[in-house]
């Protein structure tokens, strides 16, 4: 995730800069130096009973140190990158073959600067090679602008989600704001997802359309900006694309006439085309999308009622719900457009909500095979936008036994195609199955857009501040497996499925897990009865990651 961009007029822009040119102290929850009162010498990461062959290190990266060292999972990463061959626990399946690539911001410092939100941090990329029942792990930054000039700079020097460039003077924000119009000073920090794309290129994702950038999945090393070929224009996208072997789907919010643009681009190609645009119903601006689903036949536009906000974005510290702003009044939307004509067939009014992940979407039809109803589940978070600031680093940081961790569900939309005027928003089960926590999700690919029946997600064993559980979700039954270690924080549950599989949970499900004690590990579940089957140390804990991947042996680049 990353800050976003608004075409705003220049007497806004002029006055807004007024009010903030002096606004330039700590904030609220800013990590002082009385939180970080000593630095640790960066450990060694070398370990000589896991790596077979020397780690490949570029220079050195020292850490804040934190009073708890027991959690790795909101430290920032200890150099800039690692490869070896990690020792196995168990046995992974032989016909596991193939690379994950897990993205996410993993570096939260510059000097003695500490950021202050988890999407801040500067992109880490975590590789997995499993073949022959063996893992090589390794990791490395992203090389994006933005890391790059902070690191030579030694400063921040672009905005990114909660932060802003600290002005020398009045006329350097000045020009801060100005290369803000321009969208010149937003970052590529592309810390968000990665995907393969079906000719095999693999690419760094957030929501700047400038933070896509190219890696090489075998090396890690950072290939450069991946460049649209259009004339599009724009500077903010969906941050997760829908993306298989012969398409992909974005959507392009527009913030001057609020709406969203719907975009599909070929395999080989760099150009994007517009399918069709989608206007909205309410609001002062688009609704976030952070991302969208899609079905067979149809994509799936989401106006949520949090709302992108040019005042916030200007802001040279951050409000409680950073770029966007609650706007229950303008009321909450789903439209839905037919893919072949680019035409929207229904847009609805729906119960207010706020989500950051799709899980999927199906077409419900009836014996005549004409498509009734839309059905469309997310990772809901009960319409409290609240979410958002629980995750400054503060707090993911200082825990303190007590229950804070914001409900959430696997909310259900139902949209009718009878051309009613109102959908439906429930809970798909009852979210106590999986401790009314719910985030972080992945499905069967083979059945995307398609009826399906399993999804894995990140739920809660409370007390917590953050989910702490892997749940296999079932969504015929309405119950819920938990996989659970006290003290532990699992990243996205990523559901790889076994060749020639018939049922849709045989596979595994891989995640990487922070664990209590300030180690970290590789994990691998079993899709089907949800016991563990592998796991495999790292010779240091790694920071929370976002979104994967899965880079099949045969087609890799």
Known sequence: ????????????????????????????????????????????????????????????????????????????????????????????????????????????????????????????????????????????????????????????????????????????????????????????????????LGDGRVVCLTETIKGSIQINPETLETIGKFEYSDNLGGLIHSAHPIVTETEFWTLLPDLVKPGYRVVRMEPYSN????????????????????????????????????RYCAQNLLKAEPTPLYKFEWHPESKAFMHVMCKATGKTVVSVEVPLYVTFHFINAYEERDEKGRV??????????????????????????????????????????????????????????????????????????????KKYRYAYACGAQRPCNFPNTITKIDLLTKNAKNWHEEGSVPSEPFFVARPGATEEDDGVVISMVSARNGEGFALLLDGSSFEEIARAKFPYGLPYGLHGCWVPKQQRN
């Open 372 to 449: 009734t109803a839309i059905i469309v589940d997310c990772c809901e978070h009960n319409a409290n936008a609240s979410i958002l600031d629980k995750l400054r680093l503060q707090n993911l940081r200082s825990f303190s036994g007590e229950d804070v961790l914001p409900d959430a569900r696997v909310g259900r939309f139902t949209i009718p195609m009878d051309g009613s005027h109102r959908g439906k928003l429930e809970a798909a089960l009852d979210p106590d199955q999986h401790g009314r926590g719910m985030d972080m999700c992945s499905i069967n690919p083979d059945y995307l857009g």
């Open 271 to 306: 150009e994007r085309k517009v399918i069709g645009r989608v206007d909205c119903r309410g609001g002062p601006a688009p609704g976030w999308v952070h991302s969208f689903p899609v079905t067979e036949h149809h994509i799936v536009v989401p106006e949520m009622p949090l």
């Open 1 to 196: 995730m990353a800050s976003l961009s608004f075409v705003i007029p220049r007497k806004c822009l002029l006055q807004s800069s007024l009010r903030d040119a002096n606004d330039q102290h700590d904030p609220p929850g800013f990590c002082s130096k009385s939180l970080f009162p000593y630095r640790r010498p960066m450990l060694n990461s070398t370990v000589t009973h896991v790596a077979v062959e020397p780690p490949v290190t570029l220079s050195p990266l020292v850490a804040e140190t934190f009073h708890d060292d027991r959690l790795a999972a909101w430290k920032s990463i200890r150099q800039e990158s690692w490869e070896g061959e990690l020792k196995v626990e168990g046995e992974i399946p032989l016909w596991l073959s193939g690379t994950y690539l897990r993205n996410g911001p993993g570096l939260w410092h510059i000097e003695s600067y500490n950021f202050r939100h988890l999407f801040d941090g500067y992109a880490t990329v975590v590789r997995l090679h499993f073949e022959n029942g063996r893992l090589v792990a390794g990791h490395r930054q992203l090389e994006s602008e933005a890391y790059k000039a902070a690191k030579t700079n030694k400063k921040l020097c672009y905005r990114e989600f909660s932060e802003v460039p600290r002005a020398d003077n009045f006329i350097s924000y000045i020009g801060e704001l100005a290369n803000l119009f321009s969208g010149a000073s937003l970052t590529d920090n592309a810390n968000t997802g990665v995907v393969r």
